[in-house]
């Protein structure tokens, strides 16, 4: 039963709600694959129980599911060194979200701004498991006994709730079984903005495509977003605090950045005094650059979508594998009975 915390291991999840945006790409997806060739243990999940928490139309999600899949893959994610799988496959993280549901208190969530943004005004109609989110991302992370968890800048009140959830459950028990966990939050891109609204951030579920740009995107697709993306009038400043109060103008200029792998102050080093004009045809001709080969990708890997699913079922299995001994010693410190034969073959 004993299992000794592993120093370093990394989990992290997206949700298969829609497109995946360059601003998860950014934001998340590239620093997985750097984890991941760094050598560390990498967990990636696409968390199919976090998209339900609003309407998801079944055949789109499955769709997403694998497509989010394919990208993973095309972005760098070799399934054979991280483990990639979708969470409803793996039972562990419905049943420690019951538990944490037990231990989250109700004013904590209440105050979780994503829960706030997505349920609006209307909270009265929105899901119950909307408001229970956090719960379940921090069972996603815990019962793996993860240890680090890189993220955009956006999941960090969540990631602080999931340590206040292990920080009450090791004290409630009079145990130090769950790690408290470090977010990764890091890079040049640990938030892209929305390219119509440089306050907004780039998401999946902006009603408006041109918001964002899509890793399905084709190249004219980026091109068109991308010379129509919002800018000012003036040229581009020759420091970064030319840009405090230019919030798209930034924006492009992190992105550049981001995917250039330079700092956003070498950028505006490099076009300080030109006009967004000749910025742009440089930006499009990057990020198409980037962004094609891995379209390209995604689009053959979806020609055969059994072995998509073949390789988030094997993915499943070795997730099952680290975390139902972890949910069993769970059940066993919180006085919950687990006496099936296969439960206890398996810890
Ligand atoms: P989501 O699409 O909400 O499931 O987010 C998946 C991951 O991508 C999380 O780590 C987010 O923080 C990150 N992410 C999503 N949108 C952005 C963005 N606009 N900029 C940077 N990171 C993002
Ligand atoms: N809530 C995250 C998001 O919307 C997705 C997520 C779910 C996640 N479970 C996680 C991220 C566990 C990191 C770790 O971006």
Request: hydrophobic share 40%; with cysteine.
């Amino acid at each position: 039963m004993e299992e000794v915390p592993h120093p370093k291991r990394i989990f992290s999840g997206i949700q298969p709600s829609g497109n995946l945006t360059l601003g998860n790409y950014l934001g998340a997806l590239t620093r997985f694959v750097e984890l991941q060739n760094a050598g560390a243990e990498t967990i990636y999940c696409l968390v199919d129980l976090h998209a339900i928490t609003v309407r998801q139309d079944p055949d789109d999600l499955a769709h997403a599911t694998r497509e989010a899949a394919a990208a993973f893959i095309a972005a760098g994610i070799d399934p054979r060194r991280s483990i990639l799988f979708n969470q409803s496959q793996v039972a562990a993280h419905a049943e420690l979200a019951w538990i944490f549901n037990c231990v989250a208190r109700m004013g904590w969530l209440s105050r979780m701004t994503q829960f706030k943004d997505k349920a609006g005004k209307n909270r009265e109609n929105a899901s119950v498991g909307l408001f229970a989110y956090p719960c379940l991302m921090a069972a996603d992370i815990l019962a793996y006994h993860a240890t680090h968890v890189p993220v955009g800048e956006d999941q960090k009140q969540h990631l602080e709730l999931t340590r206040d959830i292990a920080i009450k459950f090791n004290q409630e028990f009079r145990q130090d079984f769950f790690p408290v966990v470090e977010p990764v939050i890091e890079g040049i891109a640990t938030r892209v903005m929305s390219l119509r609204d440089g306050t907004k951030k780039m998401s999946k579920s902006d009603p408006s495509d041109m918001s964002r740009i899509n890793l399905t995107d084709s190249a004219d697709l980026i091109e068109k977003k991308l010379r129509r993306a919002r800018t000012d009038s003036d040229p581009i400043a020759d420091s970064l605090d030319g840009l405090t109060d230019r919030p798209e103008a930034r924006n492009l200029i992190n992105i550049f950045a981001a995917l250039s792998e330079q700092t956003a102050q070498n950028v505006v080093e490099i076009y300080a005094g030109s006009q967004f004009a000749r910025f742009k045809d440089d930006l499009v001709e990057l990020a198409v650059e980037t962004i094609s080969p891995i379209t390209h990708d995604m689009k053959k890997l979806m020609e055969d979508p059994g072995e998509i699913d073949r390789i988030l079922g094997a993915g499943a299995e070795r997730a099952a594998a680290i975390s139902e001994p972890i949910l069993t010693q769970t059940f066993e410190i919180t006085g919950l009975i687990r006496s099936r034969p296969a439960a206890i073959d398996e810890s």
